[in-house]
C-alpha cells in the first residue's frame, strides 16, 4: 500500500508484472487519481515519479522502484451533497443510478465520486480506499448503473474485468427512426474494431420524426461514445443527442434518451454473479406515448 509523505505519497514495488507501464501501475497503488486518463495527466502534469525523476508513459516498473505521487492530484476531494439511488452494495463494490448531466468523476465539483466521498470511511477491509474510486464511466448525458469500487483488490479485478469485456451491460435507448429488428453494428470508431449488439423492443409512429425506436443495445466493445455513434451511423441517431444529432431535428430539455440499465458480473471477492439492473426511465415511455398520439 501507498505511504503518506510530507511531499505526497509513495510506494516501492513489489511482484509486479513484467512489462508494466507506470501509466498503468499507479492508477492502481494510487486509487485516488480515479480512471486511467486522469492517471495520464498526472504523469504529463510532472506529479508522478519514479525513482526520485519526473515518470514518462513510457516507462516500465520493476520491483524494487520507488514510485511517488506529489502536487495537487492528493487534495482531499469536496463533499457533493446529491442523494444517489444505491442498486447493489457490500465492503468492496457500490453500483448507484446515476442521474443524467452529472459527470462520474474528473476535475469538477458535482460528481458521483465526490457525492460518495465519505461513505467508506468506516470499511474494515484491510486495502479499503479512502473514498469509492469509479471502475468504469458513462458518458455525463448518459443515466444509469456505474459501478465503484470500495477497496484496493475490487479496483484491480473489476477494472481488468471491464478492460476484458467480461462485464456484460445492456442499454436502452430511445431513437429517431426505425432501428432494423435485431442485428450487428460494427462500424470502426477512431480507426479501432467497435461492436454493438441490438434489438428493437418497439417502434411508434411519429408526426414529426416519421418513426422513433426503443432499443436495447449491448456493447461488446467499449469505445468512447461508442452506442451513439453506431446508431447515428444507421442513420438513427439517440433522441435528445445534442453533440451526434447535430442537424438533425430532435427532442430538446429532455436529456439524452439512454440508459444503462443492467450489469452482470462475477463478484471480485466471493466469485458469485451478480445482476444489478434498473427500469428504464419513464420519460422514455411518455414520449413514445406522445408521439403516438400526435400521429
Known amino acids: 500500500m501507498a505511504k503518506k509523505t510530507k511531499k505526497g505519497w509513495s510506494h516501492k514495488v513489489k511482484s509486479v508484472s513484467p512489462n508494466t507501464r ?6 492502481q497503488i494510487f486509487p485516488t487519481l ?13 506529479l508522478i515519479y519514479l525513482n526520485q525523476r519526473v515518470a514518462k508513459t513510457g516507462d516500465y516498473v520493476n520491483d524494487g522502484d520507488l514510485v511517488e505521487i506529489r502536487g495537487s492530484s492528493i487534495k482531499a476531494v469536496k463533499k457533493y451533497d446529491i442523494d444517489l439511488p444505491v442498486v ?21 465539483f458535482k460528481t458521483v465520486e465526490n457525492a ?40 484491480i479485478k473489476m477494472g481488468k474485468a471491464f478492460q476484458q469485456n467480461k462485464v456484460n451491460k445492456t442499454y436502452h435507448a430511445l431513437t429517431h427512426g426505425e432501428v432494423p429488428q435485431k442485428g450487428e453494428i460494427n462500424t470502426d470508431i477512431d480507426d ?16 414529426v420524426f416519421g ?42 430539455g429532455k436529456g439524452l434518451f439512454l440508459c444503462s440499465c443492467r450489469m452482470e458480473f462475477t463478484h471480485p471477492v466471493s466469485g458469485k454473479r451478480v445482476v444489478a439492473e ?15 398520439d400526435r400521429f
Do not use: W
Open 22 to 27: 507506470i501509466s498503468d501501475y499507479a492508477g
Open 34 to 46: 480515479g480512471s486511467k486518463s486522469a492517471t495520464k495527466k498526472a504523469i504529463s502534469a510532472g
Open 88 to 108: 447493489f452494495e457490500d465492503n468492496f463494490l457500490i453500483i448507484i443510478n446515476k442521474p443524467g448531466g452529472i459527470a462520474v468523476n474528473g476535475n469538477r
Open 116 to 155: 460518495l466521498a465519505k461513505i467508506n470511511l468506516n470499511n474494515r477491509e484491510p486495502d479499503a480506499l479512502p473514498r469509492p474510486v469509479a471502475v468504469h464511466r458513462i458518458d455525463l448525458p448518459t443515466c444509469g448503473l456505474v459501478m465503484l469500487a470500495k477497496t484496493k483488490t475490487a479496483l
Open 192 to 207: 479501432k474494431k467497435a461492436l454493438t449488439k441490438y434489438e428493437r423492443i418497439k417502434s411508434v409512429p411519429s408526426r
Open 211 to 252: 418513426k422513433m425506436s426503443y432499443v436495447s443495445m449491448k456493447p461488446v466493445t467499449g469505445r468512447t461514445h461508442q452506442l451513439r455513434k453506431h446508431l447515428l451511423s444507421i442513420g438513427c441517431p439517440i433522441a435528445g443527442d445534442k453533440m451526434y444529432a447535430e442537424g438533425v431535428k430532435t427532442i430538446h
Open 278 to 292: 434498473v427500469e428504464f426511465p419513464k420519460k422514455f415511455q411518455r414520449i413514445m406515448g406522445r408521439e403516438a
